[in-house]
Nanobody, 121 residues
């Protein structure tokens, strides 16, 4: 079975930086897209950033210029570099990947368990 495991979350002061990692493992034929989403208490899950097969990426307006998504295809891993963090960035961050398990199967979405990011002084 495919698994996504996030790491790198924690407590950071406003203006600080944090780097999240998401490693995919299991039966993987290929990974199409990978992305990061977040959910704060009482709010719906929202897109933070997503990187596509061609290397292009999308960002939420609230994080543009501060966050950078990247990936290492050989390692089946995506990263989220977060700079100039603000208290409103506090949330559980989830990794998502669109993965084909075999050459004859269509892609399916997989989610990690989430990692807590807290921005506070």
């Amino acid at each position: 079975q495919v698994q996504l495991v996030e790491s790198g979350g924690g407590l950071v002061q406003p203006g600080g930086s944090l780097r999240l990692s998401c490693a995919a493992s299991g039966r993987i034929f290929m990974i199409n897209d990978m992305g990061w989403y977040r959910q704060a208490p009482g709010k719906q899950r929202e897109l933070v950033a997503r990187i596509f097969t061609g290397g292009s990426s999308n960002y939420a307006d609230s994080v543009k210029g501060r966050f950078t998504i990247s990936r290492d295809i050989a390692k089946n891993t995506a990263y989220l570099q977060m700079n100039s963090l603000k208290p409103e960035d506090t949330a559980v961050y989830y990794c998502n990947a669109e993965i084909r398990s075999t050459w004859f199967a269509s892609a399916s979405d997989y989610w990690g368990q989430g990692t807590q990011v807290t921005v506070s002084s």
